[in-house]
């Protein structure tokens, strides 16, 4: 796919390592990017030679040249940057979440699929060796029947002002509990508070049920010194200790314990390249789909009605195809 030409929208501290993964690729051409702050755009320019950087996104969006765009703007603004794309025919990687509702992320999908264009969300750990292996391990019943899986996604992060924990995190907690599983949860319980400011949560509890299926529970925090990006899953023969930014596992079997041999990758350099390898034939499902990435909107949707409401919430649409 020689000269295939991308622009990335959001050039600050994500958006960056985006520019830093295509410029390294071949028959990749970084046609133009956006971004509202000069000193991003002049970093990208002096970097990696980028010549052409509008402040306004639809300059970029006008160019002849660009065929996709990544977009790794605020949260708030995926929705109207990613139709206008979609609009202007060119093929879209949304970083996560796709969109604040579901109602904006449907609309999305059912106009990419309209105009026969790719639409994907930065879902990353779907590209991550070590959750692939441990997926290919559960469908094969190395673990046996799943049992638990338990997840802590914690770190100290300031409190952002335009967003909660669940928006941040859970999109990443909703999407490796359907990638290893193949299921989507049916019943979500989540309790979550604020401590440093009078409103958005900054650490949620949320137990995810699943039918014929294994209990799910998620610590996610704002507030924990120490970086986690942890999953113990527990099945019926065997249970794996998984580090998702180490790509590591320790397996547990019969009181023994031993490590799996998981060679690491990339994993913003896979994600891009399965997107672009995506596009000749857009209506193929993608690993990362926009429906992947709206289904987990739809569950956040429900931990934040679980918390207002104090109960369980049921989703009984969840493997239902988006028609």
């Not at 980028?50 to 969006?61: A, I, M, P, R, Y």
């Not at 429900?302 to 649409?317: D, F, H, P, Y």
């Amino acid at each position: 796919m020689v000269g295939f030409g991308v622009g990335v929208i959001g050039t600050g501290y994500w958006g960056r390592k985006i520019v830093d993964e295509y410029s390294k690729m071949e028959g990749v051409k970084i046609v133009g990017i956006s971004d509202l702050e000069q000193e991003n755009l002049d970093f990208c320019s002096e970097k990696y030679g980028v010549s052409e950087g509008f402040k306004d996104f639809n300059e970029l969006l006008s160019l002849e040249e660009l065929q996709a765009v990544n977009v790794c703007t605020p949260n708030s603004s995926h929705y109207k940057i990613c139709r206008t794309a979609l609009e202007m025919d060119k093929h879209v990687l949304v970083e996560k979440p796709i969109t604040l509702t579901s109602a904006e992320g449907w609309d999305l999908v059912k106009l990419a699929q309209e105009k026969r264009l790719t639409l994907s969300v930065g879902h990353i750990f779907r590209f991550n060796n070590v959750l692939s292996e441990i997926r290919r391990l559960i469908a094969e019943k190395f673990f046996g029947d799943p049992f638990l899986m338990e997840m802590t996604w914690a770190n100290l992060e300031r409190p952002w002002p335009d967003r909660d924990v669940l928006v941040d995190l859970a999109p990443h907690m909703f999407d490796i509990q359907n990638y290893l599983l193949d299921k989507w949860p049916k019943e979500i319980t989540c309790c979550g508070g604020f401590f440093r400011r009078n409103s958005g949560e900054e650490t949620a509890y949320v137990v995810s049920s699943f039918d014929e299926g294994p209990m799910a529970m998620a610590n996610i925090s704002w507030l924990v010194p120490r970086k986690t990006r942890e999953i113990l899953l527990v099945g019926e023969t065997r249970s794996a200790l998984i580090d998702a930014v180490a790509q590591e596992a320790t397996i547990h079997e019969s009181g023994y314990t031993y490590k799996l041999g998981i060679e690491r990758n990339n994993t913003i350099r896979d994600e891009l390249l399965h997107f672009i390898e995506s596009v000749p034939n857009p209506e193929t499902e993608t690993r990362n789909s926009g429906t992947v990435g709206v289904r987990t909107i739809e569950l956040i949707e429900a931990a934040k009605l679980s918390m207002t409401e104090k109960r369980s919430v049921s989703l009984t649409n969840l493997d239902t195809p988006f028609l």
